[in-house]
């Protein structure tokens, strides 16, 4: 309805009330149901989180955060973007919060599109809590403008052709703690994820480079689909390299919820690994090819040993204990228990050095430190700073 044409005499006045109410309404509908039909306000969309599928339009903010945060510079993540009514919007209250889930990333992104701040969108979706407020999720259309196209299939991304000196410039020409000291103020500035956001991520970060639908497991090797997650037999689930009883993390929103050490895996061959330490040896796991384990370690396959070496000595740098979370440390033991010690170092490091970073790993980083959290693993650009740290 154009309001510029409405006359200033009381019969108009009272004529653009009801067209106004029934327009209200109407996606409201006297049962709750809107129509997928019709195209909501950002308003009325922050009234209706009832779970149902609407179609909302709004002006892209910027990228929220948290309850109460939008960044509306500096974007560290792809994976959300709010919306509000009025492109000059400051307060969220008023902002509806978007989940932008991997097929729709490459465009919709502020990290990776950040010109996309004050251009109008159209998404589609269930209109559910986000961030712990009013949200739209899952969205299974998003276009520019007023209009929706429906969901395109991810595209892979290619391995990156190399990682900018500026990210590292604060380590240049460091060696032992001073490069400690200064890698883990470069990497602690990060998009912390919840627990829930990992499947999403893992699904993005461990997709099968041959094949888009499923995802590569981390010790068995295997390609399994994507949405084959959970908790039963043959599922996957979430692997916490450093195991989150060694500091007793859990999986809170942090360590226990980092994507730099979290992969997929087989239910059965993560509930075998359990809290082990790593070391080599043991029998073969039936379901891991490659895989041995004993009493109190595990020996991942040949192919990953440097990945979790290189996962284990990102958490040694990135927790170190000033930020409320435990000072994460590998040492050369295999009974750490509860202790936020992890081992055994010289296996580690050895591993480190027997298995470089390949392409597959190398395109997880750059996809975490684009999409996700916005931080690199340094030992994965630079594997050769892990013997100049613990030498």
């Given at each position: 309805?154009?309001?510029?044409r409405?006359?200033r005499?009381?019969?108009?006045?009272?004529?653009?009330?009801?067209?106004?109410?029934?327009?209200?309404?109407i996606?409201l509908?006297?049962?709750g149901?809107?129509?997928?039909?019709?195209?909501?306000?950002?308003?009325?969309?922050l009234?209706?989180?009832?779970?149902?599928?609407a179609?909302?339009?709004?002006?892209v903010?910027g990228?929220?955060t948290?309850?109460?945060?939008?960044l509306?510079?500096?974007?560290?993540?792809?994976?959300?973007?709010?919306i509000?009514?009025q492109?000059?919007e400051?307060g969220t209250s008023?902002?509806?919060?978007?989940?932008v889930?991997?097929?729709?990333r490459?465009t919709f992104?502020?990290?990776?599109?950040?010109?996309?701040?004050g251009r109008?969108v159209?998404?589609?979706?269930a209109?559910t809590?986000y961030?712990s407020h009013?949200?739209?999720?899952n969205?299974?259309?998003?276009s520019?403008?007023?209009?929706a196209?429906?969901?395109?299939s991810?595209t892979?991304?290619?391995?990156p052709?190399?990682?900018?000196?500026?990210?590292?410039?604060?380590?240049?020409?460091?060696?032992g703690?001073?490069?400690r000291?200064?890698?883990?103020?470069?990497?602690?500035v990060?998009?912390?994820?919840s627990?829930?956001?990992v499947w999403?991520?893992l699904?993005?970060?461990d997709?099968?480079?041959?094949n888009?639908?499923?995802?590569?497991?981390l010790y068995?090797?295997?390609?399994?689909?994507?949405?084959?997650?959970?908790?039963?037999?043959?599922?996957?689930n979430?692997e916490?390299?450093w195991a989150?009883?060694?500091?007793?993390f859990?999986?809170?929103?942090?360590p226990?919820?980092?994507?730099?050490?979290?992969?997929p895996?087989?239910?059965s061959?993560?509930?075998?690994r359990g809290?082990k330490?790593?070391?080599?040896g043991?029998?073969?796991v039936?379901e891991?090819?490659?895989?041995y384990?004993?009493a109190d370690?595990?020996?991942p396959?040949?192919a990953?040993k440097?990945?979790?070496?290189?996962?284990?000595?990102?958490m040694?740098?990135?927790?170190?204990?000033?930020?409320?979370?435990?000072d994460l440390e590998?040492?050369?033991?295999?009974?750490?228990g509860s202790?936020?010690?992890?081992?055994?170092?010289?296996?580690?490091?050895a591993w480190n050095?027997q298995?470089?970073?390949?392409?597959?790993e190398?395109?997880?980083?750059?996809?975490i430190?684009?999409?996700w959290?916005g931080?690199?693993?340094p030992f994965?650009?630079?594997?050769?700073?892990?013997?100049?740290i613990?030498?």
């Amino acid at each position: 309805m154009n309001m510029k044409r409405v006359t200033r005499s009381r019969s108009g006045r009272m004529f653009a009330a009801v067209v106004l109410a029934v327009a209200v309404a109407i996606p409201l509908g006297v049962t709750g149901a809107a129509s997928a039909a019709t195209t909501l306000t950002v308003a009325q969309a922050l009234a209706a989180q009832d779970g149902r599928t609407a179609t909302v339009t709004g002006y892209v903010i910027g990228q929220p955060t948290a309850t109460n945060t939008v960044l509306t510079s500096g974007f560290t993540a792809d994976t959300a973007i709010a919306i509000a009514d009025q492109a000059g919007e400051t307060g969220t209250s008023r902002m509806l919060y978007v989940q932008v889930t991997a097929a729709w990333r490459s465009t919709f992104g502020l990290l990776g599109n950040p010109s996309l701040r004050g251009r109008q969108v159209t998404a589609t979706g269930a209109l559910t809590a986000y961030f712990s407020h009013g949200g739209l999720k899952n969205p299974s259309a998003m276009s520019l403008g007023g209009g929706a196209t429906p969901s395109p299939s991810p595209t892979p991304t290619p391995a990156p052709t190399g990682t900018s000196d500026a990210y590292y410039a604060a380590a240049a020409g460091k060696t032992g703690p001073a490069l400690r000291t200064a890698l883990h103020g470069i990497i602690r500035v990060q998009t912390k994820l919840s627990y829930d956001q990992v499947w999403d991520a893992l699904k993005d970060t461990d997709q099968d480079p041959a094949n888009p639908a499923n995802v590569i497991l981390l010790y068995s090797g295997r390609s399994q689909s994507k949405t084959s997650n959970g908790g039963g037999a043959n599922d996957w689930n979430r692997e916490h390299v450093w195991a989150k009883s060694h500091g007793d993390f859990g999986t809170a929103t942090g360590p226990g919820t980092d994507v730099h050490h979290l992969r997929p895996e087989d239910v059965s061959v993560n509930s075998l690994r359990g809290n082990k330490d790593f070391d080599a040896g043991g029998g073969a796991v039936a379901e891991a090819p490659g895989c041995y384990t004993d009493a109190d370690s595990f020996e991942p396959r040949d192919a990953v040993k440097g990945d979790v070496a290189r996962m284990i000595l990102y958490m040694a740098i990135r927790y170190e204990g000033g930020d409320g979370w435990p000072d994460l440390e590998p040492n050369d033991s295999v009974s750490n228990g509860s202790a936020p010690r992890l081992g055994r170092l010289s296996k580690l490091l050895a591993w480190n050095d027997q298995d470089p970073p390949d392409a597959f790993e190398q395109r997880r980083n750059q996809r975490i430190y684009e999409r996700w959290q916005g931080n690199r693993n340094p030992f994965v650009d630079h594997p050769e700073w892990a013997r100049s740290i613990w030498s």
